[in-house]
């Protein structure tokens, strides 16, 4: 059974870097074929896919967050983290982290999904 947790700090300001790790048991994130996939979902909006990072190592990001956005893993510990600066609170939102089996900005694709934390962006 593939599991995935997220973690980070739940209350970032404005203007600073959000960072959360997902941490990923059950299934190697250099597995073959699986990609690994950060959404999140504003406070009464709908689900937004942010970005993606291969099992090759390949990034992938939303077209309007790119300049804001960065994902990298650590394979020795089996997890990968977004980093996203400059942060306001419209980036108020639950983050979820998740795994996918094909390249698709869909945030509904997601066949596991963590449980999500909330980060609160505020002065």
């Known amino acids: 059974q593939v599991q995935l947790q997220e973690s980070g700090p739940g209350l970032v300001k404005p203007s600073q870097t959000l960072s959360l790790t997902c941490a990923v048991s059950?299934?190697?994130?250099?597995?073959?074929?699986?990609?690994w996939t950060w959404i999140r979902q504003p406070p009464g909006k709908g689900l937004e896919w942010m970005g993606t990072?291969?099992?090759?190592?390949?990034?992938f990001y939303r077209a309007s967050l790119k300049s804001r956005t960065s994902i990298s893993r650590d394979t020795s510990k089996n997890q990968f983290t977004l980093q996203l600066s400059s942060v306001t609170p419209e980036d108020t939102a639950v983050y979820y982290c998740?795994?996918?089996?094909?390249?698709?900005?869909?945030?509904?694709?997601?066949?596991?999904r963590g449980k999500g934390t909330l980060v609160t962006v505020s002065s």
């Open positions: 998740g795994r996918v089996s094909r390249l698709t900005n869909n945030p509904d694709d997601m066949d596991y």
């Open positions: 059950g299934d190697s994130m250099t597995t073959n074929r699986y990609y």
């Open positions: 990072i291969a099992y090759s190592g390949a990034t």
